[in-house]
């Protein structure tokens, strides 16, 4: 009904509930008016409610009106019926009256009941402890899950607070949670600790509960309500898998350790093998021990190879720090390789050609010294595993992105069981046992192509057909850096230096007579060495060298916080220091650069290379370089 409490219209004669108005006179009550839906529920006809229903629901009325319960059930047309009453105006003479069957008022209970049964079933079998606590702490109530981890029902648990039923010290944690949430009216989730009402707390299991506030309508929290879960198995597998996690680091770390040493400890004797057998080859010697010194050379170079290799595979699962992909001159790399792997084609009569139109004005993004490992692995293999009289093809394509490099050979091609095999690592294939490799070059290639953001494999192969592998690498959007020189492998040809005074600093007898050797045969003749980081400090004050050649590795010092050392002080800051190490792994060089060292050499030696170093340490260290010799 409106509020202005005028008479029904329309909308009551169409209600669905059984509606009439009923007027109170001095003779007594009379139905003014009447619904459809009452006149069927009564079942009478219209104008008979009217009329001899009035006495009955006047009384029923009366009734409602003096036991200020807003309805009660009357006996109308032998019919138990629920009545509810209200008035229509301010003087009690009318009133709207509803009229319910009790069996749809029951109906409508059971269906309550069932829905509330079904609800308390859904809490209870909750595996989760669900529960509300008053204001006060104290337990309003709880499901059967509250009680089964304590051993207790829900009567010994409603009625008592934390401190009645948990350790001081666990009731506390808990009633400090319960105040947050409720002084601040939001809900929070949070671990807390177990305990059971034995006063036991048990530190290997925890709950996460979730805790909330219960709001009147005017926002203000009167209880609390909680859910809390038992996450002891969950925290286990955490914990479990954290430690695997520190297990499995420890583990690569160990792992790391063990191969930097190895590295080391084979580097360390190659250096002086493959030195001195470079040194020997210089000099004229009978047939038979040139051919063995060959020998030597081929098998050491081997061993560094598997050794550089297998850092290599190291480093790349460890993330391949130091890699450092910028804008690079499509053409730069490819020459840089062709021109390395020219004199093994050479000796080896095979013919390489190249079109590399298709690479000119282009740039890539790749790591410039990566992507000519890349390069020079595939074509050495195309070199190495040649036919007789063979040929290479190198060209290059743009397409979707992408510059492509193909190298096709015309050896003896890859079955489809040895296609699948060739990159992993260790792979030998048939066929291939007389060729000297590591049989990890084409895992690394794709390993280091794909760490840049390209690809490397097999575009055709067939048997007796050759083969053309690929390398994709992306496009750079800006324009090609200015490409540098290319590198050209040199022979072993030692230039003279003279008055230059070098201090070395390393541990091994063996390198050091190398470095001496070396450094007498390109006309040095002071040459000061030192075994130990203190020993080549105090050498340094002493001698005050033109360079100094240091090596990483020292018993009683890293070569690292030796050469911070000498950085640190104005009287050596500006001394050219050429770093000699077998440790060649990246961050280990790019700190050393960071540092400020004049070149980096790894171990074994290639004396050429180390000749060239030194004469351009020397070279900065007199400012416009020094004459030489060959």
């Not at 792994?585 to 050393?592: I, K, N, T």
Request: charged content about 25%; overall charge negative; some cysteine.
């Amino acid at each position: 009904m409106s509020e202005d409490h005028s008479l029904p219209g329309q909308a009551f004669d169409v209600a669905m509930t059984a509606l009439a108005v009923l007027e109170r006179t001095p003779s007594g009550w009379r139905v003014t008016l009447a619904n459809r839906s009452c006149t069927d529920l009564l079942g009478n006809e219209y104008r008979s409610v009217l009329v001899d229903a009035s006495e009955d629901i006047g009384r029923a009325v009366a009734r409602v009106c003096s036991s200020r319960s807003g309805g009660l059930v009357a006996e109308l047309h032998h019919r138990r019926i629920l009545v509810k009453a209200r008035p229509l105006d301010k003087s009690d003479d009318l009133y709207v009256v509803e009229f319910h069957p009790v069996s749809d008022i029951l109906a409508r209970e059971s269906e309550l009941r069932s829905e509330v049964r079904q609800l308390q079933n859904l809490v209870d079998n909750c595996t989760a402890m669900m529960y509300i606590k008053g204001i006060d702490g104290r337990y309003i109530a709880v499901n059967t899950s509250f009680g089964l981890p304590y051993g207790r029902v829900k009567e010994e648990i409603i009625g008592r607070t934390d401190k009645e039923l948990f350790p001081e010290s666990l009731a506390e944690t808990y009633m400090r949670n319960d105040q947050h949430v409720l002084t601040t009216g939001r809900a929070i989730e949070i671990e807390e600790p177990y305990g059971d009402t034995h006063g036991h707390i048990d530190t290997r299991r925890r709950w996460l509960s979730i805790k909330f506030p219960l709001l009147d309508d005017a926002g203000v929290p009167y209880a609390l309500g909680g859910i809390s879960t038992d996450i002891t198995d969950r925290k286990r597998a955490e914990i479990a898998a954290r430690d695997a996690r520190i297990e499995a680091e420890r583990a690569n770390r160990s792992k790391d350790e063990f191969v930097s040493r190895m590295s080391h400890e084979l580097r360390t004797p190659l250096n002086a093998i493959l030195g001195f057998a470079q040194l020997l080859r210089t000099q004229p010697l009978p047939p038979d021990a040139a051919e063995q010194v060959e020998h030597i050379l081929d098998a050491g170079n081997h061993l560094a190879t598997l050794v550089n290799d297998t850092l290599d595979i190291s480093w790349i699962e460890a993330g391949a720090p130091g890699l450092t992909v910028t804008t690079v001159a499509a053409a730069t790399p490819i020459h840089e390789a062709l021109e390395i792997i020219r004199p093994l084609a050479v000796a080896t009569g095979i013919e390489i050609a190249s079109d590399l139109h298709q690479a000119m004005h282009q740039a890539i993004r790749a790591d410039p010294q990566r992507l000519r490992q890349v390069l020079l692995n595939l074509l050495s293999n195309a070199v190495k595993f040649n036919r007789p009289r063979g040929f290479v093809r190198i060209s290059c394509r743009v397409d979707e992105g992408k510059l492509r490099y193909r190298i096709t050979d015309t050896g003896e091609g890859l079955s489809e069981t040895d296609a699948q095999q060739v990159f992993k690592p260790f792979a030998r294939l048939s066929g291939t046992a007389d060729v000297e490799g590591s049989g990890l070059g084409l895992s690394l290639a794709r390993r280091f192509a794909e760490r840049m953001g390209g690809a490397v494999g097999i575009e055709r192969t067939a048997p007796g057909e050759g083969s053309t592998f690929f390398v994709d690498m992306p496009l750079a959007a800006n324009a090609p850096q200015t490409p540098p020189p290319p590198v050209v492998a040199e022979a072993v040809n030692l230039p003279q230096v003279a008055a230059a005074k070098v201090v070395q600093i390393d541990d091994v007898v063996a390198n050091q007579r190398l470095i001496e050797s070396i450094l007498t045969k390109m006309g040095c003749t002071e040459v000061h060495s030192a075994a130990t980081g203190e020993e080549g400090w105090e050498l340094v004050r002493q001698v005050r060298p033109d360079v100094i050649i240091l090596d990483f590795n020292l018993p009683d010092i890293t070569g690292l916080d030796l050469l911070a050392r000498f950085r640190g002080d104005d009287d050596f800051r500006t001394i050219p220091i050429l770093v000699l190490s077998a440790d060649t792994s990246p961050d280990r060089v790019e700190s050393a650069r960071t540092l400020g060292i004049s070149d980096f050499v790894g171990k074994p030696i290639d004396i050429g290379q180390f000749a060239t170093a030194l004469v351009r340490a020397l070279a900065a260290d007199r400012g416009t370089g020094i004459e030489t010799t060959p």
